[in-house]
């Protein structure tokens, strides 16, 4: 005979631990453990096992609902079941491990000494009987199971559904008339997936119950039932081949979990995840903006001033009555000029500072890195930088904030005049917009001798900066990041010859 293979299955890790160093003192045991009931339906499907020792008591899925499916599938049926448990300890629990079969009910804690002699001796036992069951007493054993697996069906914690091989309801347990309000009386007989399934699910649910009336399974899969108010119930689904006594495929039940509650919990957290990151955004955009108060002081500065000469010399003008129609004309379209120019420089920076509550539109790349230098032009300049574009011209569209992509390029833009502020040689960024089958590319390139190799890996996350206290808040890039990654792109960051690129890779959209 081969090793003998047991399998524990017990929710506490190291429940399985320690029975497995207790037991491996037999080198003819073969022990493998887990933790979920649930889990263990799939697994023995595909190993053999020579002995199960069982909890009772497990979330989802207690030992005797366990042991009442395997006895219904013809693989698993005689496996010997041993149930351990530290709580039900009544007769009735004794009782009720017998009528499914088990040969043993040990009380926890366990004595070792006990344990090994007992399974010691169903080992031998094992060896000389293995092919010596009685028909009639496995005949007996299965009516016992049917019965008492149909008790435990109806009174399990988890919803439990059933379909014959047409497809309608045969198994409808109290958990399921609770989540759905829908009675048994209902539902029997009723084609499960045209009445109760929403229509967004009824092919996919038509797959798996057909997969699973030629005998495969499927673990883990959701859907949403009706509800006998209209409303929707998810539901996770562990589904199995249901098999009659002598082996034939009889229809497929389900054991299910109610997860509604926690698909609306992930739906709520997602909404918070995205109104903490807009929260961030914004913070760091007004951070930009206080950076370039200077340079659009300057900006502004230059048509005030062309406002201001024009405005003078006709003043003069008129006061020495020289000032011709023609003339006051030319400098009134002079100051309506510079007048535009100024409240185009305010309105960007509005539109820059507001909070973005719009949805994802269609933008052109080449007008964001446009846009972005409009506001940061002159502050480079100043800064002693040369700027060189590489722009096409035609450019297909991504989808996304044009103010948020602003704010990716104004913070690289950022960087890389931080990076280059002790240049003492070239200082040049060059920003580059190109496409291919892949998308559209932004590339940002700059002469700012480059990130030290140790630092690389870490330049995207929150509150990682190489600057100086008080000169930067460690949120650009990382904001850059999240901007970028929820319009479906990746930004990558490299060392080139003489500084520093960073590719930004978007979808291009129809």
Request: proline share 3%.
């Amino acid at each position: 005979m081969q090793k003998f293979k047991i399998l524990i299955i017990d929710d506490i890790e190291k429940n399985i631990f320690a029975l497995t160093t207790v037991l491996e003192t037999n080198t003819n045991f073969e022990i493998k453990g887990i933790s979920s009931a649930i889990e263990a339906l799939s697994y023995i499907d595909n190993e053999t096992f020579d002995l199960i020792l069982c909890d009772v008591q497990m979330p989802n899925m207690d030992g005797f609902e366990f042991v009442s499916i395997i006895r219904l599938r013809k693989k698993t049926a005689d496996i010997p079941v041993i149930f351990v448990s530290a709580h039900q300890k009544s007769h009735t629990f004794f009782q009720k491990a017998k009528n499914l079969g088990a040969i043993d009910y040990l009380v926890k804690p366990i004595d070792e000494d006990e344990l090994i002699h007992r399974l010691n001796a169903y080992y031998s036992f094992a060896k000389r009987e293995h092919q010596k069951i009685n028909e009639l007493n496995i005949l007996n054993n299965k009516l016992v199971v049917a019965n008492e697996m149909s008790q435990l069906i109806e009174t399990a914690n988890a919803p439990i559904f059933g379909i014959d091989t047409k497809g309608n309801v045969n198994e409808w347990n109290q958990r399921a008339e609770k989540i759905t309000g829908f009675k048994k009386e209902d539902v029997m007989d009723q084609d499960l997936i045209k009445n109760f399934i929403t229509d967004d699910y009824k092919f996919s649910v038509s797959e798996i119950m057909h997969k699973a009336l030629k005998g495969e399974e499927t673990a883990n899969f959701e859907f949403p039932l009706f509800t006998k108010s209209g409303n929707r119930v998810d539901v996770l689904l562990n589904s199995t081949t249901r098999r009659g006594a002598s082996g034939q495929i009889v229809g497929v039940i389900g054991v299910g979990q109610d997860i509604t509650e926690l698909n609306q919990l992930q739906v709520e957290r997602e909404l918070e995840r995205k109104e903490s990151a807009a929260q961030i955004i914004q913070s760091s955009k007004l951070a930009t903006l206080g950076e370039m108060s200077t340079s659009v002081a300057h900006e502004l500065n230059q048509p005030l001033n062309v406002i201001r000469m024009a405005a003078g010399n006709s003043r003069r003008k008129i006061i020495k009555g020289t000032a011709d129609p023609e003339y006051l004309n030319n400098k009134l379209k002079r100051i309506e000029e510079q007048t535009a120019r100024a409240a185009a420089i305010i309105d960007h920076m509005r539109m820059f500072g507001r909070e973005a509550k719009e949805s994802p539109e269609p933008i052109d790349p080449r007008d964001v890195v446009t846009k972005a230098l409009d506001l940061m032009g002159e502050q480079l300049r100043l800064a002693g930088i040369e700027v060189v574009t590489k722009l096409p011209k035609h450019c297909s569209s991504i989808l996304g904030h044009t103010i948020q992509m602003e704010q990716v390029i104004l913070n690289l833009l950022t960087n890389a005049r931080d990076a280059m502020a002790e240049n003492e040689t070239e200082t040049t960024i060059t920003l580059q917009v190109f496409e291919d089958e892949k998308g559209v590319y932004i590339i940002s390139e700059d002469t700012g001798k480059g990130i030290p190799s140790d630092v690389l890996p870490r330049i995207f996350e929150p509150f990682f900066t190489t600057k100086e206290m008080g000169k930067g808040t460690g949120l650009g890039l990382s904001v850059s990041y999240g901007i970028i990654r929820e319009m479906n792109g990746t930004i990558v960051a490299e060392n080139i010859d003489d500084g520093t690129r960073f590719t930004i890779n978007l979808p291009i959209i129809s």
